[in-house]
């Protein structure tokens, strides 16, 4: 074979390898692509299903720290508080070591409401405790929630559609949510900042138990990213 051809074909190859790295590369960017693709259309999916004030509050089943199983619809007839909460967030930190969610919490209960303290971390995840653990500290914090729940697969809380820890939910005797937002109105992490911020929780419930409309019914959550399973 002469030199000439030699070269040749060699040229061929490498023109022939190029094309099929630059095919592969190309499909392994549409695949990403549509990877990607799909879970914003999954999120947003999710977004979209998420209940809005005035609509029903979505109907769940989750496991406590105890074991015990509880439904939302089992307190039909009673406003019902859901606080997504995670001991690992400055901002949760913030509410327990102030005192203020526990406080929240116990004025909420004495008027009768029943609440729900959600922590929705999967297990993988860093900030994540076990059942014992979530217990000892929410004891440790002097919390007073009705029950804590585990939603470690995140189904409660993408049915909600709630984003941050904490975000707080109110359910009415009727099943119907009538709050969803933040728990006050000054989105920091400082302790400081409660003594002179808005409680929203505390606004809602005296004003239904008023016999008033809310003035407040959707606010801006704050705080920590829900550390969902992915």
């Known amino acids: 074979m002469s030199t000439s051809s030699s070269s040749g074909s060699r040229s061929y190859r490498a023109a022939r390898d190029a094309r099929a790295a630059l095919s592969r590369a190309s499909r392994r960017a549409i695949m990403t692509a549509a990877v990607a693709l799909g879970a914003t259309f999954l999120m947003n999916a999710q977004a979209a299903a998420a209940p809005a004030v005035g609509q029903p509050a979505p ?93 470690e697969d995140g189904v409660v809380g993408r049915a909600y559609g709630a984003r941050t820890t ?33 409680n929203y929780v505390n606004q809602a419930l005296g004003e239904v138990f008023g016999g008033k409309a809310i003035s407040a019914a959707a606010t801006r959550p704050y705080g920590c990213s829900i550390k969902y399973k992915t």
């Open 166 to 198: 904490p975000h707080i939910f109110i359910v009415d005797p009727k099943g119907t949510l009538v709050y969803a937002g933040g728990i006050d109105s000054i989105p920091s992490a400082r302790a400081e900042d409660v003594k002179t911020a808005t």
């Open 59 to 151: 109907d769940f089943v989750a496991v406590d720290t105890s074991g015990a199983q509880h439904r939302l619809s089992d307190f039909a007839g009673k406003f019902v508080v859901l606080e997504w909460t995670n001991p690992g967030c400055p901002f949760v930190g913030k509410h327990y070591g102030s005192g203020n969610m526990p406080a929240t919490q116990k004025a909420a209960t004495a008027k009768g409401v029943v609440w729900l303290a959600i922590n929705s971390t999967e297990r993988g995840h860093g900030d994540y405790l076990k059942p014992e653990a979530l217990a000892a500290w929410m004891k440790a914090q002097s919390g007073a929630p009705t029950a804590l729940l585990m939603d």
